[in-house]
């Protein structure tokens, strides 16, 4: 029987080669987030074999939901077994995040045996990282204008070191002071954002992020985190921003592609989990694709 546990840092190695022969383009596929967000959903992982296999525990019907296991064996004979533990557990196999690409081998394997649900706040905006850099043409111009009163201000910005790890949970944290919770659900997210933010600098080197930092007047005013995804796609994790400085999201976001990105053609910056601003947010800079997801529940 398959064993769940919490993952740990001393984790990264093993989990990072299943990650590496997989090469999926979604955010779940990054080790950084699933150490960093564990505790979103009571996510746990475990190995079978090649495979690397991270479950959410913590859902509100109780069932566990899994991503579609990365690594290398028998793929048929590791969904029998997620069936026989998931069965264990009184409930019924089911997976979130499945991606177009990942549909068909399973409709192969597993004809009409199970159900398919589109899952649009969880799909992943994925950008040219040209367009993000260059922001050319029309579509472009208000980002533009967004970009050029960034631009008026005096500002410094570099990647992030040892020396700005203090500094940057500082900031994420006085952003966090200042929300307001509207109900337990929304009080546990803003916690377990803190903790991944928190697990982020901590684990920064280990993880091998790459970060950039904004300085106005010597002080904090924006901070990004993100890593290589694939070997064409870098996935942004965090991104925050003081907005009383105009253009402030437009320029972390500019000078953290310009600075980290070259030679990656893509940029996922994951998704908008169904929230109004941020959705119109992340189309207003134009993906080139959404990685489309999907949640199977297996009759």
Known sequence: MLEFRPPEITDRERICKALEISRFRGCEYSFANNLAWHRLADSR???SGGFYIIGAFGTEDGIPTFIYPSGEGDIKELFAELKRFSASMGAPLRLSGITDRQLPPLNEMFHDQFTV???RDSSDYVYRTADLAELPGRRYHGKRNHLARFRELDYTYSAITPADYDDCIVFCTEAYNNRTADTAEEEHSFAAEQFAINTFFNHFRELQLR????????????????EPLTGDTFCVHIEKADTSFNGIYAGINNCFVRAEMNGFEYVNREEDLGIEGLRKAKESYHPDFLLNKHIITFK
């Open 211 to 226: 970060g950039g930092i904004i300085r106005i007047g010597g002080k904090a005013a924006a901070v990004t985190i993100g």
């Open 117 to 119: 649900v589109y899952d």
């Open 45 to 47: 992982i475990a190995f």
